[in-house]
């Protein structure tokens, strides 16, 4: 034995000993859920496309976006954005800016002149859409892209809709508007304007449609009867932002009434603001926290100094003053009267009561069913008229433009079932990652970058737009904020907390592994996993 | 700060990687080559913050060096559960030592390399509180008046763990160990006595000492590459929890060595030649309560009869040494970004 003094074995690595033989319990590596994504209308893979802008990828960030929603430059303007509503971040300092990075890709991708591409071979089929507003021109996009033939027959003479006649320039300028729906038909989509269907069912035989998409919206402002005296002026919000489009504005006068509570009711006072009124007032029953409308819309027009008249309605309309009747909450906090008046100066009432649709391209179509004043769907997005499906304002839901763009989407995919004689089955989805299951001390603190706003005496003036965008520098720290939350982001943290050396790193994109061998199963990389996407689970018998 | 400021990226440098950064840029155990100084295999209890920080500090000190360095290890928990005969789990040169003479042995291995004329090849000697602060203090004390040119690393676990938990005098107050039972009015370790072992190697002035957690890992790895950048006696204090010694949970063990530093128990700090240099300020300020509770070796100060004036005790500690060491910032309440923008 050629060995030293007292040596009689080999040396030998400690490899031989595995130590994953203590192990009660075993990590496992998972997806989880993060909480924008489950709260997008639209469907959007907002984490998925975050990660890529993090990496300063912009145009992969984009095109990882338009897979779910083809108008990000819109949806970064206008969107309510439950995104950042939801954003586990709130919890940290402050919810990323998903909707300002969103933009900041919508307008990258307009730029640079970023296009849609089709791969999908030609199906032979040939589908209807109804409406070239968002949902309308979302599921015109779906559908191309999965190889049918779409024809979009829209009654006003622009696309767009309510994205175009009731969302105000301030908020969304017509160029950017037009740049997105110019790149859907660019795809081989067919808009034909001027053209209003009064009977689905015949259109549809007629034109030898293979299925159809009503969109119809809700364009139809609400009436509510109020004595007005002879030389009452009344508008309604809808015509007068649709009459924003034309080449006159309306003529309002110095003092504006608006009744209502909703977003609308705000747009229109904010345009009153624009038209010359010195005053705008919102007259609205109930109060503050109880009204339709998004606080964000609310808070710029009150920065813009328009006025609010809570617990109020109107009793009476004259030339020159309004008759008000105050209101209190009672205990189910509805409004009631309380029999006391006040007088209002208003050369102008605006009324903003809620929007109804024409439905009339679905009366004595077999089986469609109309419940107050909106199509019923199913879960599909059809109609109970096989082969026709309905989505937007005139089906019942929240009446956002993401809304309407995530049905869209939902009715393109199951028209494509339903054209191959399929039924579409959604992804099973993962769990929620809720805030417990994060580590948020390795996240750097950083408040959100805010998007600068106009000056206040220039936007009550002009209808510029309110709140400008974030250049690259911004955009990219505010992606970098993105916590990850339940999908892994290859940060090596348990590849590095391991006192085993039991996680092996297997290269970009491709995450890591556990080596069972040598797990002893302590669970630090659990309880170090930043966003949660590591699990203790009792070891398998 | 002793930390290099990165790129923002979701995390700062508080992780252990940032897909975002250059190679060269990211940390040791990042690295998918790094040495693995302690193998697979070694039998350290389940979520050992000492095996942690051995691989840590080594991997640091293997990559400062480009890989010409010996280790010199004092016996301890580390040499039990890394060298059980045959079995090394050590991929470094490394030296076995007695329990007492560690620093000895690395002046040793010191002199034998200068007289070669190997200055390219680098000595650091570890062990752990026991080998350090009580037994090897003699030895540590004249390595460090010597300025011998060797890197001292403890690993600080608050006690004689493989032999079953007895007190050392790093063992802070009140904590239970088998010598130091909670019986009595003053149960626990006794408040007063014990050794500040970072505090007296600065005294002896040497080039460099720091100290660190194991829930720092930038942190760490910058100052074991500072530290290997100097020639001299060098010395670094790493904090490295103990679940079986201090009765916490496998998984709790970085967190406890976050806490212990978030709540100012264990002051963060570097010194050169006798000066404090810098001190890493506290990010988000705790309450020791939050650090004590999920150990049961404080668990006589909960419970069905509460001391709460002994956490109060232990309170004043952690706010004397945030005082002492200014650990938080008044004008950012400590929530700063250290990664930089």
């Known amino acids: 034995m050629d060995k030293p003094f007292a040596i009689t074995l080999d040396v ?76 586990n971040r709130v919890q940290v300092d402050e919810a990323v800016g998903i909707n300002a990075v969103e933009r900041f890709l919508g307008d990258e991708a307009i730029a640079r002149g970023w296009e849609l591409t089709l791969t999908a071979p030609p199906s032979g089929k040939r589908v209807l859409v109804v409406g070239a507003g968002p949902a309308g021109l979302s599921a015109a996009y779906h559908l191309r892209r999965r190889g049918h033939a779409v024809t979009i027959y829209e009654a006003g003479q622009l696309p767009g809709g309510m994205m175009r006649f009731g969302i105000p320039r301030y908020r969304l300028p017509r160029d950017v508007l037009q740049a997105e729906i110019d790149r859907i038909l660019a795809l081989g989509v067919t808009l034909e304007v001027g053209r209003t269907v009064t009977d689905v069912a015949a259109t549809m035989a007629g034109d030898g449609f293979d299925a159809a998409f009503l969109a119809v919206g809700a364009e139809i402002g609400k009436r509510a009867y109020l004595p007005a005296g002879d030389s009452a002026r009344v508008f309604d ?29 705000m747009d229109a006072a904010r345009t009153a603001r624009r038209l010359g009124a010195t005053d705008a007032v ?30 109020s309605t109107i009793k009476e309309v004259g030339d020159s003053r309004l008759v008000l009747e105050k209101m209190k909450l009672d205990e189910h906090g509805f409004p009631q009267p309380t029999g006391e008046l006040e007088e209002l100066d208003a050369d102008a009432l605006v009324l903003a009561l809620g929007q109804e649709s ?184 | 700060m002793p930390m290099q400021p990165v790129k923002f990226y979701q995390t700062g440098s508080f992780v252990v990687g ?3 950064l250059g190679e060269d840029e990211r940390s040791v155990q990042a690295d998918a080559r790094r040495t693995n100084s302690l193998n697979s295999g070694h039998r350290a209890c389940q979520g050992c913050g000492e095996a942690l920080g051995a691989r840590y500090a080594l991997d640091a000190a293997m990559r400062a060096t480009n890989g010409k360095m010996i280790a010199v290890n004092a016996t301890g928990c580390l040499e039990v559960f890394s060298t059980p005969y045959p079995e090394t789990s050590w991929r470094v040169p490394w030296l076995h030592s007695l329990f007492g003479n560690a620093p000895a042995v690395a002046t040793g291995v010191a002199a034998a390399l200068k007289a070669r004329g190997r200055s390219d090849v680098r000595v650091v000697a570890q062990a752990g509180d026991g080998g350090t602060v009580d037994i090897g203090f003699g030895c540590l004390s004249g390595m460090f008046e010597r300025n011998d040119d060797v890197l001292f690393l403890c690993y600080d676990n608050e006690g004689y763990m493989n032999t079953g938990v007895q007190r050392s005098s790093a063992t802070p107050p009140a904590a239970r160990t088998a010598t130091t039972e909670a019986v009595g009015p003053e149960p626990g370790n006794a408040f007063g006595q014990g050794k500040n072992m970072p505090l007296l190697a600065v005294a002896h002035e040497i080039p460099y000492v720091a100290t660190a957690t194991v829930a720092e890992l930038r942190d760490l790895e910058y100052k074991v590459e500072r530290a290997m950048a100097v020639r001299g006696a060098r010395y670094i204090h790493v904090l490295v929890p ?18 212990a530093k978030e709540t100012g128990l264990f002051p963060v700090f570097e010194a050169e030649h006798g000066e404090i240099t810098s001190v890493s300020k506290i990010r988000r300020r705790q309450p020791v309560e939050e650090y004590l509770r999920p150990q049961s070796r404080y ?32 004008d950012t309440d400590g929530s700063a970004d250290p990664g930089g923008r």
Not at chain 1, 444 to 468: C, G, I, M, N, Y
């Open chain 1, 12 to 87: 030998n690595s400690s490899l031989a000993n595995k130590t994953g033989t203590w192990r009660v319990e075993r990590p496992r590596y998972l997806d989880r859920l993060p909480p924008c994504n489950n709260a997008c209308p639209a469907g959007e893979n907002i984490q998925g496309w975050l990660y890529h802008a993090e990496e300063g990828a912009y145009e992969e960030a984009w095109r990882v976006l338009v897979e779910d929603n083809p108008l990000p430059a819109v949806m970064g303007r206008v969107c309510y954005h439950p995104c950042e509503t939801a954003c």
């Open chain 1, 237 to 265: 919000a809808v015509s007068l932002l649709r009459g924003m489009e034309g080449a006159e504005p309306p003529m309002l006068g110095r003092r504006v009434a608006v009744y209502g509570g909703g977003d609308t009711a």
């Open chain 1, 282 to 311: 919102v007259v609205y029953r109930r109060t503050r926290d109880r009204m339709p409308a998004h606080d964000i819309e609310v808070e710029e027009a009150l920065e813009e100094g328009v006025q609010m008249k809570w617990l």
């Open chain 1, 358 to 541: 024409d439905l009339r391209l679905v009366h004595g179509v077999p089986d469609i069913v109309v419940d107050d004043g909106v199509v019923q769907v199913g879960p599909t997005m059809m109609t109970g008229h096989p082969g026709v499906f309905a989505g937007g304002d005139m089906v019942p839901g929240d009446r956002t433009v993401t809304v309407a763009v995530g049905h869209g989407k939902q009715a393109a995919r199951n028209v494509d079932a339903w054209l191959r004689g399929a039924h579409h089955v959604p992804a099973a989805r993962h769990e929620l990652v809720s805030f417990d299951m994060l580590n948020t001390w390795y996240y750097a603190d950083a408040p959100k970058t805010v998007r600068p706003q106009l000056d206040l005496a220039r936007r009550t003036s002009t209808f510029d737009e309110v709140v400008s965008g974030l250049d690259e520098t911004t955009a990219l720290f505010e992606a970098r904020r993105c916590l990850s939350c339940g999908n892994c982001f290859e940060c090596d943290n348990c590849f590095g907390v391991c006192p085993d050396n039991a996680v092996v790193k297997l290269g970009p994109g491709k995450r890591y592994a556990f080596d069972f061998d040598y797990c002893k199963g302590c669970g630090i990389c659990v309880a170090e996993c930043p966003c949660g996407a590591i699990v203790m689970e009792p070891e398998p018998t």
């Open chain 2, 18 to 20: 940032n897909r975002l």
């Open chain 2, 242 to 259: 103990c679940p079986l010694g201090w009765g916490s949970a496998s998984n709790d063990t970085i967190r406890l060595a976050r806490l």
């Open chain 2, 299 to 330: 668990g006589h100060l909960f419970g069905s009869s509460p001391r709460p004036d002994i956490v109060d005790r232990l309170q004043a500690m952690a706010d004397r040494n945030i005082r002492r060491f200014g650990l938080v910032d008044d």
